[in-house]
């Protein structure tokens, strides 16, 4: 039986997605500013229904395939492949979430890193982000927030995330073009090297 609140939040997931395929639709394209692309997914597990959130993903993934996600959104993902089984999905997705905003992890498990010398890409990967989704941030429960602990502190996870600070703060102190594009590039194939082998 669903809660008032869960019906509210299964009623806005079912909204954003009939306006997304109304979009493709009529127009054979998707222009999404305000990211309702991302809220699908945190409404339907917010709403109780994990294996709708992945039924999502599945189109999203298809429609949105070169689409970097949002912290709070790559979380929801991460929790509805959680929440129906399917870990390597889940484990994807977290390590993507991690990626985003490095500090959102720890804080979920009460262990906020302090901001890093590093250049951040853009709001989102600011430690400040974690205060604009708090309220989202209320709903992992103590097992699946267990779990992301054992995922942070997962040998992939650690070095991903080593490299991955130690690259952005090369960049924070890099002026020249030429450099930024080289020490991107090298994050670029790291990333697809772990990517192929590893998840």
């Not at 010398?117 to 400040?128: G, I, T």
Request: net charge negative.
């Amino acid at each position: 039986m669903l809660t008032d609140q869960q019906k509210k939040y299964r009623d806005r997931a079912n909204r954003a997605r009939r306006e997304l395929f109304k979009e493709k639709e009529k127009f054979g394209a998707i222009s999404d500013g305000s990211g309702k692309r991302y809220r699908v997914c945190v409404y339907f597990v917010l709403s109780g229904a994990p294996e709708k959130a992945a039924e999502f993903l599945e189109w999203f993934e298809k429609e949105f395939a070169d689409d970097v996600g949002e912290p709070a959104f790559l979380l929801y993902a991460a929790l509805a492949y959680y929440r129906i089984g399917s870990l390597g999905k889940a484990r994807r997705f977290l390590l993507d979430a991690m990626l985003s905003n490095i500090y959102l992890l720890p804080y979920l498990f009460s262990r906020p890193l302090p901001k890093q010398d590093m250049w951040h890409s853009s709001n989102w990967a600011q430690p400040d982000y974690i205060g604009e989704i708090e309220e989202l941030l209320e709903e992992p429960t103590s097992q699946e927030r267990e779990w992301l602990k054992e995922q942070f502190e997962d040998k992939l996870f650690t070095n991903v995330r080593n490299k991955y600070i130690e690259t952005f703060r090369v960049l924070q102190h890099a002026d020249d073009f030429d450099t930024r594009s080289s020490i991107l590039n090298e994050w670029r194939e790291y990333a697809s090297s772990w990517r192929a082998n590893e998840i």
